[in-house]
């Protein structure tokens, strides 16, 4: 299973961004998977910001909530990160995750695989 994440750049504070991940080579339906977006900060651990759930439920990280939404496209097997009101302490690498489960999965050591990280930086 690869899994190809793209949309990251450089934003000034305030400003929005659209991250996405692709997954290829499944022999399993898209539509089965968890799919999660985590993070990683400069000296700092990964993080979780946003999963989905295949049925659609959504959970997100206190720090981005109300401003960044995870949806997915199940027709496209492709995931994304909407990110508005973008501020400084969101500058990290991006990953995108996948795991097959029907369930709500939280926990990085959990997810099977992973992208290849895509660089966000927000400057203030």
């Known amino acids: 299973v690869q899994l190809q994440a793209s949309g990251g750049g450089l934003v000034q504070a305030g400003g929005s961004l659209r991250l996405s991940c692709a997954v290829s080579g499944s022999t399993l339906r898209f539509s089965r998977y968890a799919m999660g977006w985590f993070r990683q900060a400069p000296g700092e651990q990964r993080e979780l910001v946003a999963t989905i759930t295949s049925g659609g439920s959504t959970n997100y990280a206190d720090s981005v909530k109300g401003r960044f939404t995870i949806s997915r496209d199940n027709a496209k097997n492709t995931v994304y990160l909407q990110m508005n009101s973008l501020k400084a302490e969101d500058t990290a690498v991006y990953y995108c995750?996948?795991?097959?489960?029907?369930?709500?999965?939280?926990?990085?050591?959990?997810?099977?695989?992973w992208g290849q990280g895509t660089l966000v930086t927000v400057s203030s």
């Open positions: 995750a996948v795991k097959y489960s029907l369930g709500l999965v939280t926990r990085g050591e959990d997810y099977d695989y």
